[in-house]
Structures are given as structure tokens and as C-alpha cells.
């Protein structure tokens, strides 16, 4: 069974720059998350989706954050503009809907962003 | 506020001694609690979890966690290292009554010594 695909692996922008990212979480799995880590950090949740309504995005920094799952499988995870700050790697885990309960992740690999 | 302490940036010891990785939490709820790992550029890795029952639980390669309630406290063991053990490891809580979501401790990088 296929794992949860990331992509890019890395990317290097100069600030005030576009990017995004882009999961496809396994196969089956309603519940999508984008974290954050920054180095020498634990990740940090930005957006949980269940199927394809985001259910917490509390923690999205909606003034240049923004995160879709159109038909309920893949999401993108835009930043426009980018700033210094936010080079990191934005991890994209997902859990089937019998984990919901007890918060089993599986994660992908993760995109690392460097911002110039 | 919902928190999670692994008091140990870093943690270096000998290939074949044994291991004790740290984790405090300060949680609301009854928690569910996950100990994972991350080698160099790679995602993360479940390696155990607790969610009810018997507080010593067994994971992979290995490992094993106690949760102790009074002390608030989920410290990952293993009993021999092996040089493939070297990555960071990180603990992480939730609770249904926070809507599952996971928070992760800071990390611990261990460092194995031949």
C-alpha cells in the first residue's frame, strides 16, 4: 500500500515569492492534516480536513495560508508571499476513519521550503 | 493549555546500552499518547502508542513505553541500542475531547556511539 506522496521534496524561493504544496494522502483515508515544523521543533498543526471541509484551521495564517481539498483526496497547501519566516517543512499526514478517534497519523516525507 | 515536554534536546549513548527517552505531558483529558521517529529527511514514523489498558506497551523495533499516570509521563525504553536506533524521536498527545488533535513534544536526537 502506498504511503502519503509529497511533492516537491524541497523548493527555494526568495521572499515575497509564490508557493505550494501538494499531498495525496493513502488511499481511503477521509481525514487530511498539513503540519508545520520548523527546525528544532515539533510539528505544529495548521489545517485538518475531514473529507473535504477543513475542520480546524485555527492555526492557518489566513492573511497568506491557504489550503484546499477539492474533491476530498489531494490538497494543496499554498503561501503567497512568502516570508523568511516561514522556511520549514510542511509535513501532510492522513488517518482513515477508524484511527479518527484515536489520532493515528501516517505521514509523508514532507516538503522543505527555503525562503531567500 | 495542552503541552508536551521531552526535556532532553539531545542523547547520546553507546551501541548495545540501554535507552530512556523523557516525555511529560500536561493534558486536560484522558490522553492518548504516540512516541514517533524521524531519521534525516524522512516523514514520521509511528513507533508505539497507548490509548487504554495496559500501561506498558510494545512497538517496533524494539521499543517500549510506560505510561504513568501519576507522574504524567510516557518515557520510551529500549533495553539495547543498535547504531540504526540514531534519529529523533518525538512524543506526541491528543485527546477526543480536543478533537484528536496531536500535539508534539520538541524532539529528543539521539546520537549512537559505536
Known amino acids: 500500500e502506498a504511503g502519503v506522496v509529497q511533492s516537491p521534496r524541497y523548493k527555494i524561493i526568495e521572499k515575497k515569492q509564490p508557493v505550494a504544496f501538494w499531498c495525496n494522502p493513502i488511499s481511503g483515508h477521509n481525514t487530511l492534516y498539513w503540519y508545520r515544523q520548523n527546525l528544532g521543533q515539533g510539528p505544529e498543526l495548521l489545517i485538518r480536513y475531514e473529507n473535504e471541509e477543513a475542520v480546524d484551521d485555527s492555526q492557518l495564517p489566513k492573511d497568506r495560508f491557504s489550503a484546499e481539498r477539492l474533491k476530498g483526496v489531494d490538497s494543496t497547501l499554498k503561501i503567497q508571499p512568502a516570508e523568511l519566516g516561514d522556511s520549514a517543512v510542511y509535513l501532510c499526514?492522513?488517518?482513515?476513519?477508524?484511527?479518527?478517534?484515536?489520532?493515528?497519523?501516517?505521514f509523508g516525507e514532507g516538503s522543505r521550503l527555503t525562503v531567500l | 493549555a495542552q503541552s508536551v515536554t521531552q526535556p532532553d534536546i539531545h542523547i547520546t549513548v553507546s551501541e548495545g546500552a540501554s535507552l530512556e527517552l523523557r516525555c511529560n505531558y500536561s493534558y486536560g483529558a484522558t490522553p492518548y499518547l504516540f512516541w514517533y521517529v524521524q531519521s534525516p529527511g524522512q516523514g514520521l514514523q509511528l513507533l508505539l502508542k497507548?490509548?487504554?489498558?495496559?500501561?506498558l506497551v510494545q512497538g517496533i523495533k524494539g521499543f517500549e513505553a510506560e505510561f504513568k499516570r501519576s507522574q504524567s509521563s510516557f518515557n520510551l525504553r529500549k533495553p539495547s541500542v543498535h547504531w540504526s536506533d540514531a534519529a529523533e524521536y518525538f512524543c506526541?498527545?491528543?485527546?477526543?475531547?480536543?478533537?484528536?488533535?496531536?500535539?508534539f513534544g520538541a524532539g529528543t536526537i539521539l546520537r549512537v556511539k559505536s
Open positions: 499526514a492522513s488517518s482513515a476513519r477508524q484511527d479518527r478517534n484515536t489520532g493515528e497519523l501516517f
Open positions: 506526541a498527545v491528543g485527546a477526543r475531547e480536543y478533537g484528536n488533535k496531536l500535539v
Open positions: 497507548y490509548f487504554s489498558g495496559d500501561t
